[in-house]
């Protein structure tokens, strides 16, 4: 019914800038919160940033001044600008939402996710 598809992962520099999208698609009545999260290799997976409707943000010490949350609600989407990036940013990164799919039930979708590398 509702599906979250991630794009825009790859390989880059250290101290390069990567976006990443996530688009939500299938039986949506309204989105509350989106979020990011990754998973480095041999650790838990962690929260990066999370957006509330209201677009109020947060974001984990580790990327505060470098990484930006945003959310485009006309199509659904929410971004990971991410900048100068470095190497401890490797990890595959999950797109979340919590979704209405009617006025009165919402539940968490996880997108599968896309892989960041950085390294020279």
């Known amino acids: 019914q509702v599906q979250l598809v991630e794009s825009g992962g790859g390989l880059v520099q250290p101290g390069g800038s990567l976006r990443l999208s996530c688009a939500a698609s299938?039986?949506?009545?309204?989105?509350?919160?989106m979020g990011w999260y990754r998973r480095a290799p041999g650790k838990q997976r962690e929260l990066v940033a999370t957006?509330?409707?209201?677009?109020?943000?947060k974001y984990s010490d580790s990327v505060k001044g470098r990484f930006t949350i945003a959310r485009d609600n006309a199509k659904n989407t929410v971004y990971l600008q991410m900048n100068s990036l470095k190497p401890e940013d490797t990890a595959v990164y999950y797109c979340?939402?919590?979704?209405?799919?009617?006025?009165?039930?919402?539940?968490?979708?996880w997108g599968q996710g896309t892989q960041v590398t950085v390294s020279s």
């Open positions: 957006i509330t409707s209201g677009a109020n943000t």
């Open positions: 299938g039986s949506i009545f309204s989105i509350n919160a």
């Open positions: 979340n939402a919590d979704i209405f799919s009617s006025s009165s039930y919402s539940r968490d979708y």
